[in-house]
């Protein structure tokens, strides 16, 4: 596999698949603009190398053509990222998409609508991955967010170039996390929280492999609390996963790996931000009561554990960080990671909710990287090769 950097780019057209999947409001203005920023370096990388760049994404999940999930709106948040003008078309493929891809000249960039305003995108067709290859003469694949979909434009396609590649933001989450389950520099962590094991279950089993520590935090303990004999009152937990938290246990004792779990924590007596809050032991949760955070106690013994590792990756909040009054856990937790960060350890934060707690609480400049994609990156960490990357091998 090779990246866009290795490749001659001058007065090629270059296509490229980016993820511009971002929230926007009401008026369609673009809330958060880290995905269009993440995808910046690919293309001026090309554009400075005297390419010029068609783009494509997905916006939202349109079943058709739908005027809220129009990437035009990205254009001026793009355009201000760019500081140069991007041309926008209003189709994705088709002749006039194609005369006007074909006419771009070098440092000129051309923004196409909505790949799923085709419902052929997400199929995978074949005739329409090929319609979307005419626009370049290179195809990158820099959507991290979309690599774990066997898409048209994400997978499919890859077949109609003779040169294809990595983009540059591919390159870095890829290369982020192989230093957690390829060439971790021991001690390796793996913190994991989140509300529930069921969604866990193949990343436990795959970083077993990989790590020397696993931190089990939020919502998903209770179950092992449970399977131990523990009483969790009326926290969260999965009855059909009870046995198999015993397994993963002694599995983690066979391969050596030490599973830290909460000691106390903050519980609640109803699932509200204002409900009343006491201390408890974890497995002394009086019924009714719910645990929602970690206590004081969990978080000394966790940060003695983050500060000593080399390589750490966070995965899933330590409690209902949605909540303010029971957001002291998640919070502390990315303040223990910076600080091993600071020290010269390696942090990766990855996966929907983590990655929103980080940037709620501006951790996101202070840990080594933050990656772009939720569900890819769980399925990284599930050891699987994504499609999109398959594609390009
Ligand atoms: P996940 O998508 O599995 O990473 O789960 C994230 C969600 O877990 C967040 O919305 C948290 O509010 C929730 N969560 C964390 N700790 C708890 C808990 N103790 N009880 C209920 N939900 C929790």
């Not at 005027?67 to 003008?85: G, M, Q, T």
């Not at 856990?329 to 934060?349: C, D, N």
């Amino acid at each position: 596999m090779i990246s866009i950097n290795k490749v001659d780019v001058k007065n090629k057209i270059v296509l490229i698949r980016v993820d511009f999947n971002v929230p926007l409001d009401e008026e369609h203005n673009v809330i958060d603009d880290t995905r269009i920023k993440a995808a910046l370096p690919t293309i001026i990388h090309v554009l400075d190398n005297g390419g010029a760049c068609v783009i494509i994404s997905h916006l939202g999940r349109p079943k058709q053509k739908e005027h809220n999930f129009s990437l035009f709106h990205i254009k001026s948040c793009l355009e201000k990222n760019l500081k140069r003008d991007v041309i926008f078309h209003d189709d994705c493929i088709g002749k006039k998409a194609e005369r006007l891809s074909k006419k771009l000249r070098p440092g000129e960039v051309l923004l196409l609508e909505n790949l799923r305003f085709y419902p052929q995108e997400v199929d995978g067709n074949l005739a329409f991955s090929e319609k979307l290859s005419k626009h370049g003469e290179i195809y990158v694949n820099d959507a991290f967010g979309a690599a774990h979909r066997a898409h048209a434009s994400t997978s499919t396609i890859a077949q109609f170039f003779k040169v294809k590649c990595l983009g540059l933001l591919l390159k870095k989450e890829i290369s982020a996390i192989n230093k957690i389950t390829k060439k971790g520099k021991p001690p390796v962590l793996a913190i994991l929280g989140g509300a529930k094991i069921s969604s866990k279950i193949t990343i436990i089993e795959n970083i077993l492999d990989k790590v020397d520590n696993i931190i089990i935090g939020g919502g998903m303990a209770y179950t092992f609390i449970k399977a131990n004999g523990g009483n969790i009152g009326d926290s969260i937990f999965e009855e059909e996963y009870l046995e198999y938290t015993r397994e993963i246990s002694k599995k983690a004792i066979k391969k050596n790996v030490k599973i830290f779990l909460p000691i106390d924590v903050v519980i609640a007596d109803r699932f509200s931000n204002d409900a009343i809050r006491k201390l408890s032991k974890i497995n002394e949760i009086p019924l009714k009561w719910m645990g929602l955070d970690s206590g004081p106690e969990t978080l000394s013994y966790f940060k003695d554990v983050i500060l000593q590792s080399k390589t750490i990756l966070w995965n899933g909040p330590l409690g209902v960080f949605e909540f303010n009054n029971f957001a002291e856990g998640t919070v502390a937790l990315g303040r223990y990671i910076m600080e091993a960060t600071k020290k010269g350890s390696f942090s990766l934060v990855g996966g929907g909710d983590s990655v929103a707690a980080v940037k709620k609480y501006g951790f996101d400049n202070k840990v080594s990287y933050v990656s772009t994609g939720g569900g890819a990156m769980l399925e990284c960490l599930e050891g699987k090769t994504l499609p999109g990357i398959k594609a390009l091998m």
